[in-house]
């Protein structure tokens, strides 16, 4: 098992940039792909970047491409996600999570953060 915690959220205005943070404990931290998601109130949940162990292959949902980045630094147990450009519709509350098969779908991430809230000011 592994257990994560998420910080860096925060209020900001729209066009700027938040660095979210997931630090891992519990486990063989290199061994899990990571991802993040988000939800917003009343919506589901919304995949938004993975990364594979070791940090080789990287996947983000349509609607972040070329804004957000994930990274992974296996020997702090972290993963981040850099957010540039926030927009209004990033608000949301950011989890992370870790998988130790799949690399997009929710149901394949087995541990998961308690969440970050992000809000985004027009």
């Known amino acids: 098992q592994v257990q994560l915690v998420e910080s860096g959220g925060g209020l900001v205005q729209a066009g700027s940039s938040l660095r979210l943070s997931c630090a891992a404990s519990g486990g063989t931290f290199s061994n899990y792909n990571m991802g993040w998601f988000r939800q917003a109130p009343g919506k589901e949940r919304e995949f938004v970047a993975s990364i594979t162990g070791n940090g080789g292959w990287t996947l983000y949902g349509d609607s972040v491409k070329g804004r957000f980045t994930i990274s992974r630094d296996n020997a702090k147990k972290t993963v981040y996600l850099q957010m540039n450009g926030l927009k209004p519709e990033d608000t949301a509350v950011y989890y992370c999570?870790?998988?130790?098969?799949?690399?997009?779908?929710?149901?394949?991430?087995?541990?998961w953060g308690q969440g970050s809230q992000v809000t985004v000011s027009s």
């Open positions: 999570a870790a998988s130790g098969r799949g690399v997009v779908a929710a149901r394949d991430f087995g541990s």
